[in-house]
T-cell receptor, first 113, second 112 residues
């Protein structure tokens, strides 16, 4: 099956702790994205990567970090600097070229203890 | 600031009725307008998309209407069914831009 997997489904963070959310895709897509979803605010872009070893900040990058060492993987770290991390985090990927569709993973819900 | 404004925030429709969701944008560089459907606890899934060279696109019970001069586009769900109850997001992007700008979402509830 081709698609995007995110793990874990639920994640709990303690005060002052960094946590890493996993995103893997086997669609052979070049571009990958991380979004944060809060009630009533739609999806806001955190980081995106168009190619391996390169990534750009989105609209709300503060308190987050990413890496793109492999085409298939784009992990997101929520650092202790992110003071309001409770949200639903969505990873997406897109094939570059004429098709603009972004395909989304099932999401990870992050909760603060 | 939100580049795509979506309304209403929520709507309730009877089974068999029509649901209409509206979106407006300012950036004239936008030339790709998708709609996504999201069920609770799941990731959004592409429903239908349109480019500004056509004024309407229909796929089954879902229709996008596009008004380039007004910079507005809308989603019509015909013969709404309880299984259509979900949150719908409009979005927009430009040809040379890898980023999508999303509306705030509309929660649709279809009453049986």
């Amino acid at each position: 099956d081709g698609g995007i997997t995110q793990s874990p489904k639920y994640l709990f963070r303690k005060e002052g702790q960094n946590v890493t959310l996993s995103c893997e895709q086997n669609l052979n897509h070049d571009a990958m994205y991380w979004y944060r979803q809060d009630p009533g605010q739609g999806l806001r872009l955190i980081y995106y990567s168009q190619i391996v070893n390169d990534f750009q900040k989105g609209d709300i990058a503060e308190g987050y970090s990413v890496s793109r060492e492999k085409k298939e993987s784009f992990p997101l770290t929520v650092t202790s600097a992110q003071k309001n991390p409770t949200a639903f985090y969505l990873c997406a990927s897109r094939r570059t070229g004429s098709v603009e569709t972004q395909y989304f993973g099932p999401g990870t819900r992050l909760l603060v203890l | 600031q939100q580049q795509v404004k979506q309304s209403p925030q929520s709507l309730i429709v009877q089974k068999g009725g029509i649901s209409i969701i509206n979106c407006a944008y300012e950036n004239t560089a936008f030339d790709y307008f998708p709609w996504y459907q999201q069920f609770p606890g799941k990731g959004p899934a592409l429903l239908i998309a349109i480019r500004p060279d056509v004024s309407e696109k229909k796929e089954g019970r879902f229709t996008i209407s596009f008004n380039k001069s007004a910079k507005q586009f809308s989603l019509h769900i015909m013969d709404s069914q309880p299984g259509d109850s979900a949150t719908y997001f409009c979005a927009a992007s430009g040809s040379n831009d890898y980023k999508l700008s999303f509306g705030a979402g509309t929660t649709v509830t279809v009453r049986a």
